[in-house]
């Protein structure tokens, strides 16, 4: 465990000291900064709407900002996984440091716990300041804020598990854009799903549930919207809400969130068996 907590501590330091760590700050801060201007547009139209209505569209655009936010730690950790395995195994690093006493997959697990830290950090950090910009700005404060932070950082988690997986097979770079590529995919298959719900056609519903399974990050992020918007202000809207692709009207079940559990230690367990027969 010692030697597993110092790769997850040395992971940290790497993922500190790289370039994707400033492209991340700068992005966040322009979200932050835009979220900012916009909310305080929003406060300022009070003239034309309640304080409730004024409530209910921070909700909904909170869900939007914090999609956007985790875009970037998808993104960011996505891209950290590739060269933190497979860019160490093709630059010779790994070779190097895996002596006798070290094994391999101690190397994964600490190599995934700096990795899930960096994310739920980023996640954390990034939330707690975009909920105080629509609490200044329009009164709002989401019902859940902490179930939602965990629900993102078990996304962000889920993705980059299976960066790693790619990253003990291809290219960092491959390995990166394949996973955003799948994140995208599935979010995209979530919304064929929830439009297939609004029109009550079961078979085009299907395509989200299915794609939730296979891929959970989709799923968590649905629980995440549903922390964060308060059911009473959206039910003031009346019908036809439910059809956003910001809102969320049900929260998870126990079952997926064990799932999702079941889901990334499966997908860790095959990177550590690949990791296992890569030959360095």
Avoid: C
């Avoid at 914090?66 to 950290?80: R, V, Y």
């Avoid at 960096?118 to 105080?132: L, P, R, S």
């Avoid at 609490?135 to 988690?157: D, E, F, N, S």
């Avoid at 085009?204 to 202000?233: C, E, H, I, K, Y």
Wanted: aromatic content about 8%; hydrophobic content about 55%.
């Amino acid at each position: 465990m010692r030697i597993v907590l110092t790769i997850a501590a040395l992971t940290l330091r790497e993922a500190a000291r790289r370039k994707v760590l400033r492209s991340l700050a700068v992005l966040t801060t322009v979200l932050l900064a835009l979220s900012a201007w916009g909310f305080s547009e929003i406060a300022a139209d009070y003239g034309g709407l309640t304080s409730g209505e004024a409530k209910v569209s921070g909700s909904i655009v909170l869900n939007l900002v914090m999609f956007g936010f985790s875009l970037i730690a998808a993104l960011g950790t996505a891209f950290l996984a590739g060269p933190t395995l497979s860019g160490e195994v093709e630059s010779g690093v790994a070779l190097a440091m895996m002596t006798r006493p070290i094994r391999r997959g101690q190397v994964l697990t600490g190599k995934w716990l700096g990795l899930v830290a960096f994310g739920a950090g980023f996640v954390t950090v990034a939330g707690v300041a975009q909920f105080v910009i629509v609490h200044l700005a329009v009164g709002y404060w989401p019902p859940h804020p902490v179930t939602g932070l965990a629900l993102l950082a078990g996304q962000t988690a889920a993705l980059l598990t299976l960066g790693l997986l790619f990253s003990t097979a291809i290219s960092p770079m491959a390995s990166g854009i394949v996973a955003v590529g799948l994140f995208g995919a599935t979010w995209i298959a979530g919304i064929v799903g929830s439009v297939g719900s609004a029109l009550g056609n079961p078979r085009v519903a299907m395509v989200g549930t299915v794609s939730r399974m296979l891929l959970p990050t989709d799923g968590l992020w649905r629980g995440a919207m549903n922390s964060f918007q308060d059911p009473a202000l959206i039910a003031q809207t009346g019908s036809g809400v439910e059809e956003s692709p910001f809102l969320s009207m049900h929260p998870l079940t126990g079952t997926y969130l064990l799932w999702a559990a079941i889901w990334t230690v499966l997908v860790l367990s095959l990177a550590a068996l690949s990791f296992q027969r890569r030959d360095l």
